[in-house]
């Protein structure tokens, strides 16, 4: 498995504001997901970041409110900007294992806790 | 309609015995299914992931229907830590590595 550190592991922000959540893994890897949860439902996949090239969003976010930076194999931001209470929720960023065995499998950070008054 | 269904639960289980629960999917392309367990304001940890054959790891058993389009989790022999929420994750259909997650089946295992 990867050992995946996120900074802040929590915050509370004033609406209109914008913050930036880092997400670092152990080991180098291809691909680091973004995902959501919101209070008492599942995750949903914000998007895909590859090293090198654009995140891939998934319907119903845009790079405009969730900028992503992969500036190496190691590392990535998610930017949740102009926010609102609608984003108050957990950020989750994850990578798949560097066990090429492990088919999909994928680990976590242990989340941004965000709340936004 | 969700991709991935499950049971929301809560299972109430006795300390030391068998629960067990299903998940359906909706994408027969899929290719590759989990489970994970969550706990109460933590990450999801992936728990196992689950084989056409079956598999077994100590007390977890895990179960593929293709045909049908569910996966089972059984857990046996029930501890008090065993009590999370168990999330079936199944990927897209693609060969890379998006997901779709489950809404979770929450287990609350009692003494």
């Known amino acids: 498995s990867a050992v995946i550190s996120q900074k802040p592991s929590r915050d509370i922000c004033q609406r209109g504001t914008s913050l930036t959540i880092q997400c670092q893994v152990d080991s180098q890897v291809t691909m680091m997901f973004w995902y959501r949860q919101q209070p008492g439902q599942s995750l949903t996949l914000i998007a895909t970041?590859?090293?090198?090239?654009?995140?891939?969003?998934e319907s119903g976010f845009v790079i405009d409110k969730f900028p992503i930076s992969r500036p190496n194999l190691t590392f990535s931001t998610l930017t949740v900007s102009n926010m609102s209470p609608e984003d108050s929720s957990i950020y989750l960023c994850s990578v798949e294992s560097p066990d090429r065995s492990s088919y999909n499998e994928q680990f976590f950070g242990p989340g941004t806790r965000l709340t936004v008054l | 309609r969700k991709e991935v269904e499950q049971d929301p639960g809560p299972f109430n289980v006795p300390e030391g015995a068998t629960v067990a629960f299903n998940c359906t999917y909706s994408n027969s392309a899929s290719q590759s299914f989990f489970w994970y367990r969550q706990d109460c304001r933590k990450e999801p940890k992936l728990l196992m992931s689950v084989y056409s054959s079956g598999n077994e790891d100590g007390r977890f058993t895990a179960q593929l229907n293709r045909a049908s389009q569910y996966i089972s989790l059984l857990i046996r022999d029930s501890k008090l830590s065993d009590s999370a929420t168990y999330l079936c994750?199944?990927?897209?259909?693609?060969?890379?590595?998006?997901?779709?997650f489950g809404a979770g089946t929450q287990v609350v295992v009692t003494p």
């Open positions: 994750v199944v990927n897209g259909g693609d060969s890379w590595g998006k997901l779709q």
């Open positions: 970041a590859n090293q090198g090239s654009e995140a891939t969003y």
